[in-house]
């Protein structure tokens, strides 16, 4: 399949979709009809196909046709349904793990420890301030206090999750959810420096939670956009 072809035919009726050339309920010319008009395989038309569809753009419906589900109202056809169900699982497992690592840390860190997530929370705030990407450091500051755990199987859960972790944060960067999060950081950032384990374990709790319920909402969304709910 020639990545061009791929992109262009993809941008192309995600532009028509868009404009409301082709209305939301229309059904889209088959696959056989799309290939002849813009001279592509067919191959190439059906991941277009797809790749719509899991932008929230298209409902594909077997043996009826490919229909139109865009709704210029919401605000989640630039990733996927099951994008969105991912990120709910893993802050929910975050969830539950890290507060217990954040109460931990408040009884083990070593003082340098401290300095370190105490000197992370402010790095985001100042990187936030002056607009700028915040993903590392925000990955760093969870980190640090896993390692202040002091307790290697800890760590290694963290790590099998690092990579889900960067590929999920692009999916929370909405308006105030950096604020909202430099702000966690620091509160948590003291309680461990307080040695105060409740409050760095219900701060945590409350931080990640945050992020369940930007999962949740934008879910159901994406589903109602989508005729999944009503």
């Known amino acids: 399949m020639s990545k061009v072809q791929f992109h262009d035919l993809l ?6 979709i868009e404009s409301e050339v082709w209305k939301k309920g229309s059904r889209l010319p088959t696959m056989n009809e799309l290939a002849a008009q813009y001279n592509v395989a067919i191959s190439t038309v ?10 929230g753009y298209v409902t594909i419906q077997q043996g009826r046709g490919t229909f139109i589900e865009y709704n210029r109202s919401m605000q989640f056809t630039n ?3 099951t994008s969105f169900i991912e990120l709910l699982k893993i802050t929910e497992f975050r969830t539950i793990i890290e507060p217990s690592f954040a109460g931990l840390a408040a009884r083990e860190a070593f003082n340098n420890e401290i300095d370190l ?3 992370s929370a402010e790095i985001m705030r100042g990187m936030a301030e002056n607009n700028q990407v915040t993903i590392s450091e925000d990955l760093r500051f969870h980190r640090l206090i896993v390692e202040a755990t002091h307790n290697e199987y ?5 790590d099998n999750l690092q990579e889900e972790l960067k590929r999920m ?12 999060a430099v702000h966690y950081h620091q509160m948590i950032a003291n309680a461990i420096a307080n040695r105060d384990p409740q409050t760095a374990k219900y701060l945590m709790e409350s931080h990640l939670q945050s992020n369940s319920e930007l ?5 159901s969304g994406l589903a109602l956009a989508n005729g999944v709910l009503e």
């Open 11 to 16: 941008g192309e009726m995600e532009r028509k």
């Open 46 to 55: 059906r991941e277009v196909y797809r790749a719509l569809e899991s932008k």
């Open 79 to 81: 990733v996927s349904r």
């Open 117 to 119: 997530i105490t000197e």
């Open 154 to 158: 800890a760590l290694k859960v963290y």
């Open 169 to 180: 944060r692009a999916y929370t960067r909405k308006p105030g959810m950096v604020e909202k």
């Open 215 to 219: 999962a949740m909402y934008e879910l």
